[in-house]
């Protein structure tokens, strides 16, 4: 038999955690043929891994990339980090369905990397579509509870009505007839944050009806943690979903509470209650510039926060709002509240690319202002577009998630290139650099002074970081085929020096690759060789039975 690849003499970390070991492996048809001490028999192509770990590919359980692989297939920034699968629709926002309101949102995003319309109505067009583009790396999809509820009401902030209410159990199962993997939700951001919990139990009884999961970035992430992760499990018990909290180290207000919250899904998966949860390495998150606004103000969408920005008096209150704060909001907010505006940095905008990079106290400094002002100008002149980053993570709460056996990795970024539209602004380097990084800062335990506030502690085998991107995930997933080195098994691999892979981008200048991943395997075909993209498509659109 001639086989399509064969990988010699490399450590076989497979991502069932258990030690690593020594052998060849076998492609042939897209699958692991074989692995064995030895294989020698012909192959189309031959890699030698002497001093690399073979592993398999890693899949990131939280993106934002369901556009950004329209515009770019290649996805270059996660593919040369080693992920092979990657889970979009995440936060309640979902490419599709798109109709109404969730039509209007993706012909902006859509608009903002110079693409004129949007191409696909419903979720099934939306994957079909992707499938027909063509991809690097295999996707797996979410329907966002928020865009379908834009489809039936807009963003009105009040309940739906019975029919709208079936209007959007409707298209969930629509969403999930298609192909999709679950649901998520954004409960902080609009129109998420206007849901009830007996809204989201009666939409997670649809996805609960077809296997799926409820990925949730939770109601409160800081002060109302440990209340949120309550509702949380709520959901999963009285809808009998798989459930799976997003990015899930507390924000700033919220610092040590995650021994609570863990302690509850340890609980809840006593009770039967299949709860898990997320997370990134970074001391750094991200939102769009106007999530830091009050719930009333983001009312509407972009063209009511203008409006509503220009008007003095509305300022003074929207002011007032956010360093009260009497519900809280995303991790941004809590900076504001606090008045840390210097631990927020302009990531991302269309018509003040000068001020991309400076944080909001140099921002007002530049425009002789206070940082409120500043603020609000800025979002009037961006039309309430644009991306922050800001510092509220705390490291003692990411170590303790991170060596939670119900944790895995998931970027909560985007699939990104250096050139072309994806290449503008200093987005978080979380979508170049986390897979690399929790190898570099975690099993290596090395620190890195170029990223601020990133301590190094050797917490995690090579065995049990590689189990955390793979076979945990899958798992969760449901994807019964990938995420662990095994004959049959589908061959997504990655073949990294554990000596060497590291993270290089900084919130500074992000677009920057990682080292150590050599070669990525995406269902048989190389796509990185020698760490240079082959320009192969050889992506799946998974599809959920």
């Known amino acids: 038999m001639t086989y399509d690849i064969v990988i010699k003499e490399g450590l076989i970390v497979d991502g069932s955690g258990r030690p690593g070991f020594k052998a060849d492996l076998a492609v042939k048809g897209g699958r692991i043929a074989k692995i064995d001490e030895v294989i020698d028999v012909e192959a189309d192509r031959i890699i030698n891994a002497e001093g690399l770990a073979v592993c398999p590919g890693f899949i990131d359980i939280h993106t934002h ?37 969730a039509l209007e949102r993706a012909k902006r995003i859509m608009s903002g990397y110079g693409i004129d319309g949007v191409e696909w109505t419903s979720f099934s067009d939306y994957l079909n579509l992707l499938e027909r583009k063509g991809i ?51 409960l902080v951001y609009p129109p998420g944050r206007y849901a009830s919990i007996e809204e989201l139990i009666e939409l997670c009884k649809v996805v609960a009806s077809y ?11 800081r002060e109302t943690i440990v209340e949120a992760v309550k509702e949380a499990i709520e959901i999963g018990r009285r809808s009998g979903v798989s459930v799976q909290i997003s990015h899930h180290p507390a924000k700033i207000g919220g610092w040590g509470k995650s021994k609570e919250t863990l302690r509850l899904i340890e609980e809840a998966r006593e009770e039967g209650i299949d709860v898990n949860c997320d997370m990134h390495p970074y001391i750094a998150g991200s939102t769009g510039l106007s999530a830091l606004l009050p719930p009333w103000v983001q009312e509407g969408g972009p063209e009511k926060i203008v409006q509503r920005l220009k008007n003095e008096e509305l300022r003074k209150k929207i002011r007032q709002d956010m360093i009260e ?12 509240k606090r008045g840390m505006w ?3 940095m302009l990531a991302d905008c269309e018509k003040n690319k000068g001020l991309i990079g400076l944080n909001f106290e ?8 206070d940082p409120f002002e500043a603020y609000f100008d800025l979002l009037v002149e961006e039309e309430a577009r644009g991306m922050v980053v800001g510092f509220y993570y705390n490291e003692e709460d990411i170590r303790r998630v991170l060596l939670h056996p119900t944790s895995m990795i998931g970027s909560d970024g985007y699939a990104l290139a ?15 650099g986390t897979f690399p990084m929790v190898f570099r800062k975690y099993v290596r335990g090395e620190s890195r002074k170029e990223l601020i506030y990133d301590d190094g502690a050797k917490l995690l085998t090579l065995e049990k970081a590689v189990m955390k991107m793979t076979s945990v995930t899958a798992k969760k997933l449901g994807l019964k085929d990938r995420g662990l080195l095994k004959e049959g098994m589908r061959a997504d691999i990655v ?16 677009y920057q690759y990682p080292e150590g991943i050599e070669y990525v395997i995406v269902n048989g075909e190389l796509v990185i060789d020698e760490r240079e993209h082959t320009g192969s498509l050889p992506g799946m659109v998974l599809r959920h039975k």
């Open 418 to 432: 250096p050139y072309g539209p994806l290449g503008k602004g200093k987005m978080h380097p979380r979508s170049y």
């Open 136 to 186: 690097a790396i295999n996707v797996v999809a979410l329907v966002g509870h928020g865009t379908v509820r834009q489809c039936a009401l807009g963003m009105e902030n009040r309940p739906p009505t019975e029919r709208e209410l079936q209007e959007m159990k409707s298209l969930v199962a629509e969403a999930m007839e298609a192909g999709a993997f679950g649901m998520s939700s954004g």
């Open 495 to 510: 073949i990294l020096d554990p000596k060497r892979v590291a993270d290089k981008a900084t919130y500074l200048d992000p």
């Open 65 to 101: 990339s369901d556009f950004v692989l329209l515009v770019n297939p290649k996805a270059e920034s996660k593919v040369r980090q080693g992920v092979t699968t990657e889970v979009v629709g995440n936060c309640g926002g979902s490419a599709a369905p798109a109709r109404g309101a």
């Open 211 to 221: 296997g799926g999961i409820y990925a949730s970035h939770i109601r409160g992430e």
């Open 342 to 344: 210097d631990k927020l």
């Open 325 to 336: 704060e009497k519900i809280p909001g995303p991790g941004p907010c809590g900076l504001v």
């Open 362 to 369: 140099e921002i007002a400094r530049r425009r002789g202002k």
